[in-house]
């Protein structure tokens, strides 16, 4: 079954910790998007990478880091910099090219306590 | 800086009514627009993009360059576009490409 995969779907972390979410894609893009969807505010891009060991930062990177080691793996790791990371996180993949569609997980809802 | 605004968060209509949903852009290059949507507990997916010039579900989206518009419009709602809807942006930065999201309108079609 193709597609992107977002784990875990929820997740609960205490002030102050680190956390890491994943998104692994079996579609062969080279482009992976994180996003950032909050209501009223609609999808906020946080990184982006549009090749394997190469990722820039979007429009809300402070208190967020990436990695791209392998082609089909982007993970998002939410810092404890992060000053409002209670929020339902997006990744996507698509194509090289800017007609390219964006293919999305279902999302990873974070709950900071 | 690219930019996507769209001005409307609630857009309601009734059924068999037309429908017209606005987004407008900010880019110094050549976009790609596209029309995003997100019905309920689905995943966010393409409804149509600028170039290909097409009609989904009954939908159309004209990109008008002298006003950096890109509405998305259907003459009859029909119940099942009740969704949410973003417009976007696709333009190449130092960095590649990069996709930029407007805030989105909540469409709700009643009957």
């Known amino acids: 079954d193709g597609g992107i995969t977002q784990s875990p779907k929820y997740l609960f972390r205490k002030e102050g910790q680190n956390v890491t979410l994943s998104c692994e894609q079996n579609?062969?893009?080279?482009?992976m998007y994180w996003y950032r969807q909050d209501p009223g505010q609609g999808l906020r891009l946080i990184y982006y990478?549009?090749?394997?060991?190469?990722?820039q930062k979007g429009d809300i990177a402070e208190g967020y880091s990436v990695s791209r080691e392998k082609k089909e793996s982007f993970p998002l790791t939410v810092t404890s910099a992060q000053k409002n990371p209670t929020a339902f996180y997006l990744c996507?993949?698509?194509?090289?090219?800017?007609?390219?569609?964006?293919?999305f997980g279902e999302g990873s809802r974070l709950t900071v306590l | 800086a690219q930019r996507v605004t769209q001005p409307e968060k609630l857009l309601s209509v009734f059924k068999g009514a037309p429908v017209e949903l606005k987004c407008n852009y900010s880019?110094?290059?050549?976009?790609?627009l596209f029309w995003y949507v997100q019905y309920s507990r689905q995943r966010l997916q393409l409804l149509l993009r600028h170039i290909s010039r097409e009609s989904i579900k009954g939908f159309t989206a004209d990109l008008n360059k002298g006003e950096t518009s890109f509405h998305l419009k259907k003459p009859f709602a029909q119940e099942e576009d009740s969704a949410m809807y973003y417009c976007a942006l696709s333009g190449l930065t130092g960095g590649g490409n990069k996709l930029t999201f407007g805030t989105g309108t909540q469409l709700k079609v009643e009957l």
């Open positions: 880019y110094s290059g050549s976009p790609e």
């Open positions: 579609l062969n893009h080279d482009a």
């Open positions: 990478s549009q090749i394997v060991n190469d990722f």
């Open positions: 996507a993949s698509t194509t090289q090219g800017i007609t390219g569609e964006l293919f």
